[in-house]
């Protein structure tokens, strides 16, 4: 056993495996924070919706679009000066998260626009119907209405960011992507490389079936 | 209660000007059920929709129990929406909300009662439909009548003095129809609720109705009593309606009586006449003789009404339609 894993710092590990988790929470919650806004935005402003805004929503959308294509890879490099300012560092967990959250922000974003989509106008109608203000509809209808497939998007973002931190290192994140690539890869330790894939691979599964069963839970169709 | 001062509306589709509503005219009275009735794009919903203003008129004046909704600002059109109730056709309930809370939505949304007040108010309307063992499920649980009977109790949260049915019970069988209409009824009697309905089913106006407007193209080609415009219908639309709901015979439209002998009329029957032995003491009293060539008895919302196709002879029929029409019926001549 010892023998097999025999290039393994367990405590490294550990420590990598720790840094990948707040890199994710970290990252997680300002994706959601901002992220939710931006996709009820875009959701509201889209066309035949109740504030159809053709130019704002082609802006919006063209701003997403941007970011989406832009290569995680590039944006980390590109964002090094942004989050120099934002966070004093470029360096570690608090480096890494500016991009982290860059990156996956539109993403969300889009996904939550079509969570929103899939609600049913009539339910719109009918809270409009019952003299519902706009700031009501979203937070007693629409979002409500959209729980289970706003939970199924956070879960996919989640996921994309487990796989981004993992190119975080590249600039100096750490994380568990950040030992596969140094010690792993460029050192050759296969032992290393299986132990953090095998990590992360668990992660994956863990954050996939929590979220599943949170949709199920929220799901009442 | 609702006034239409020549409302109009129409959209800008591709650049092209759809008009939905030509300009209408159109009178609401307190506690009426008044029936729109029309084929889909006939423009029965827009006219619906734009009494609480979920479509903007293009222009015209709509006045509700005194209040002119045109002219409403956001708050104030926000505040009377409060105070008019909808249901629909595919229900619009909230799948992530239960029963009870979706029936307490109007009230948090208006956020006038407390939180207890609510809660007893949400108990005596699920008690009115009938849902008071179902307040704890989701709208997935329940069949399509419970389902419509959930967005009644809804409607009624906030004690509204309109309702507005949108097909509301074009999804459900024939005999959750039934419960459904009696049950608007049964408010429309014991609430005074004025109640605006559109459908497609003649049958539905004729259950509940008292007044009826037929709607072709964006016109209401034809309004008036339930049974008016039942027994007699005068627009081809409104024809073409009230046949459908004959299924087999038509006597009313366009009979060929070239092999029958005799003055052919048409009798209709409203209420006590109905079932008065008239056409017995008319027959023998005057000495004509009849036979007959099509009829229906059937209800219209509360009343009895039958209408008979019959050819006369005997020499006497114009005393026989006389005395006909002095016992209340109407009485139509179709070929002298």
Known sequence: MSELLINIDWYEIWQATLDTLLMLGGSLLFTVILGLPVGVLLFLVGPRQMFEHRALYAMLSFVVNVLRSLPFIILLIVMIPITVVMTGT?????????????????FFARLVETALREVDRGIIEATQAMGASTRQIIFNALLPEARPGIIAATTVTAITLVSYTAMAGVVGAGGLGDL???????????????????LL?????VLQSVGDRLVLRFSRK | MIEFHDVHKAYAVNGQNIVAL?????????????????????????????????????????VVDGVDVTALDAQGLRRFRQRVGMIFQHFNLLASKTVANNVAMPLKLAGELSKAQIKQRVIELLARVGLSEHADKYPAQLSGGQKQRVGIARALATDPKILLCDEATSALDPQTTGQVLQLLAEINRELGLTIVLITHEMDVIRRVCDRVGVMDAGVIV?????????LHPQH?????????????????IDENYQQISGRIVRLTFVGEATYAPLLGQVARDTGVDYSILAGRIGRIKDQACGQLTLALTGGKELLAEQQLRAAGVHVEVLRP
């Not at chain 2, 159109?26 to 979920?54: C, D, M, Y």
């Not at chain 2, 034809?222 to 039942?230: I, K, T």
């Open chain 1, 90 to 106: 470029s360096l570690g967990v608090a480096g890494a998260i500016p991009p982290l959250v860059v990156g996956t922000t539109p």
């Open chain 1, 180 to 198: 596969a690539i140094r010690f792993g890869y460029q050192r050759f330790q296969t032992d290393v490389m299986v132990v953090t894939v095998v």
């Open chain 1, 201 to 205: 691979l668990l992660l994956v599964q």
């Open chain 2, 22 to 62: 030509q300009p209408t005219n159109l009178q609401v009275q307190p506690g009426e059920i008044f029936g729109l009735i029309g084929h889909s794009g006939a423009g029965k919903s827009t006219l619906l929709r734009l009494i609480n203003r979920l479509e903007e008129p293009s222009g015209g004046r709509i």
């Open chain 2, 222 to 230: 034809e309004q008036g009593s339930v049974s008016d415009v039942f």
């Open chain 2, 236 to 252: 081809p639309t409104t024809q073409r309606f009230v046949q459908e709901t004959e299924q087999d015979s038509d006597l009313s």
